[in-house]
């Protein structure tokens, strides 16, 4: 959900060279308040903690890989730049209430949230691998760490969507240092973006349940707020049965209390 961007937004850039993510992350390095001691800390607990005892305990004085500290260092610090770069999602807005004037807006982070929270609650389904949606719903918006929130109002066709969402979601990878985790992010996101799985079915639906639920959550809070679009343009489209279900709530919710309004 998104107001349209400006032409010098990051969505309408190459992600190549001086990238936005790269130039973020050099500014949170140059910034004073990330201290030598603060960005080395993993690395100084790694090598500090030891090796795990039969109760799963550290024992201090061994590494946790004495035969490759340099990988576990390099790691950490791979991992903090990613972890920086996420901050994004923490602070940008869903500005599809922006666009609606809703005062204090949730993130993208938000949303993603109790997306993850609403997977992890469901009922159990038969062939339904819960912790693959548990991880797509964290994974499905994190390009937008880089390329914002891009919605139809915004007039950027689908596949250009696709596109420049792909292309933050390599850069970020990238930044995350590859390997195996890396992988897997991009495998999950390719998944909900193709809808090719049924567990990807099921946290599309789970994006329209968490928006409209939002939006009635809003309308509840700021008295007289209609937020009739974001009804109309998921009507019709929930895709399982689970989804269809939780949305009829949301919405029986939503008549119920427009009725007492009346």
Avoid at 8 to 25: H, Q
């Amino acid at each position: 959900m998104a107001v349209k961007p400006p032409l010098t937004s990051p969505a309408s850039t190459r992600l190549s060279g001086a990238s936005p993510a790269r130039s973020f992350l050099s500014s949170c390095r140059a910034s004073p308040l990330r201290s030598k001691e603060s960005t080395s800390s993993f690395a100084v607990f790694c090598s500090s903690a030891g090796n795990p005892s039969s109760d799963g305990h550290f024992s201090k004085g061994s590494s946790l890989d004495s035969s490759n500290g340099t990988s576990i260092s390099s790691n950490a610090s791979s991992a903090i730049d990613f972890l920086t770069l996420c901050h994004r999602l923490k602070t940008t807005k869903r500005k599809g209430w922006i666009n609606q004037g809703i005062k204090g807006p949730e993130s993208i982070a938000d949303h993603m949230y109790r997306m993850a929270i609403m997977t992890l609650i469901a009922p159990d389904l038969p062939n339904i691998d819960r912790e693959r949606c548990i991880k797509i719903a964290i994974v499905h918006d994190i390009a937008e760490a880089i390329v914002g929130d891009i919605t139809p109002s915004d007039g950027v066709p689908k596949a250009e969507k696709s596109r420049l969402e792909k292309e933050a979601l390599d850069e970020m990878c990238r930044i995350l240092g590859g390997g195996l985790r890396a992988d897997e992010i991009k495998e999950l996101w390719a998944e909900y973006e193709n809808n090719s799985s049924i567990e990807a079915s099921i946290v599309k639906d789970f994006d329209k349940v968490e928006m409209i639920l939002q939006a009635l959550e809003y309308e509840t809070a700021e008295h007289g707020k209609i937020l009739d679009e974001f009804f109309l343009s998921t009507a019709g489209k929930f895709q399982t049965d689970i989804g269809k279900s939780w949305a009829a709530e949301v919405v029986k919710r939503r008549n119920d209390g427009l009725g007492k309004r009346l």
